[in-house]
């Protein structure tokens, strides 16, 4: 029987240097294709179980997999492989200034060595799903705080990976910027079948979506609510929606990767 967990914590704990673990025995399953919040206190642990997964810290003790792989003692070029798979989200949108928006989108697919006319493709349809085609050739620093994080979360999409996690993305947008960029998470989400885990404060943010949250509380990790089943997202997708179709530009570009993927 396949097996369709996609991020797997067994007895997980996790320090920095010797003090106090900052999460203690963390043990879950999260199934491929699940949207998750992810809450707690600042300071409670959100951001190191999110850099736990993308293998930028490894765990005191436990085991955690990915994809069905163990990654305690893999290789550098293992957890590269792995992190091929993964995109993150910042709240700060790390976007590097010296490129124009187009070129920080792109650069993840130039690092895995795409050809330059089928990056153009993804960017120009990427940049149109997010509403910023016109911005293409703009700095970043010239763009307000919700384009950019637009162009964040373009670049995340761009390499259509199978684990999105997004930490405090929406912590300095307006309500507006914010609930765009939660109906951009969900069409990924509903499209790529990308599994999601979002880091926030906000509980208006979960009371508006009602995901399954995981809460980090007390050095330990609970879940609230049940996984929603993907017809549940992709309703909720259509009701919130305004913005021009989505789907549509997920379509063009799983096609673009298809292309990509036989050249």
């Known amino acids: 029987m396949e097996d369709n967990t996609a991020i797997s914590f067994a007895n997980v704990g996790a320090r920095y240097d010797n003090s106090q673990e900052v999460l203690s025995d963390v043990s879950f399953n999260i199934s491929n294709g699940s949207f998750y919040f992810l ?26 997999k990915l994809f069905g792989k163990t990654t305690n003692d893999i290789s550098r070029d293992e957890i590269t492989n792995l992190r091929h798979k993964m995109a993150i989200v910042f709240q700060e949108y790390s976007l590097l200034s010296h490129l ?14 795409f050809p330059e006319a089928k990056i153009k493709k993804l960017v120009t349809k990427t940049l149109e799903w997010v509403g910023l085609g ?3 050739d703009s700095n970043p620093k010239a763009l307000s705080g919700g384009q950019q994080q637009r162009v964040s979360v373009a670049r995340a ?13 929406t912590g300095n947008l307006d309500d507006e910027n914010a ?20 880091a926030t404060h906000s509980q208006k943010l979960m009371d508006t979506y ?15 609510g049940k996984a929603k089943e993907k017809k549940d997202t992709t309703e909720l997708a259509h009701k919130t929606w305004k913005g021009p179709k989505p789907q549509n530009y997920f379509s063009e570009l799983s096609k673009q990767f298809d292309e990509i993927g036989k050249a």
Do not use: C, W
């Not at 124009?100 to 060595?113: E, K, Q, S, Y």
């Not at 609930?179 to 979002?198: C, D, V």
């Open 157 to 169: 999409i761009i390499i259509q990976p199978a684990i999105l996690l997004a930490d405090e993305p």
């Open 210 to 224: 009602k995901f399954p949250v995981i809460h980090v509380e007390n050095h330990k990790v609970s879940f609230i």
């Open 100 to 113: 124009t928006v187009f070129d920080n989108i792109a650069l993840p697919l130039r690092v895995r060595g």
């Open 39 to 64: 809450s707690g206190a600042s300071g409670a642990g959100k951001t190191t179980l999110l850099r736990l997964i993308y293998q930028l810290h490894k765990p005191s003790r436990g085991q955690i």
């Open 179 to 198: 609930s765009r960029l939660m109906e951009l998470f969900i069409q990924m989400n509903k499209m790529f079948g990308t599994t999601i885990i979002l």
């Open 134 to 136: 016109k911005y293409a």
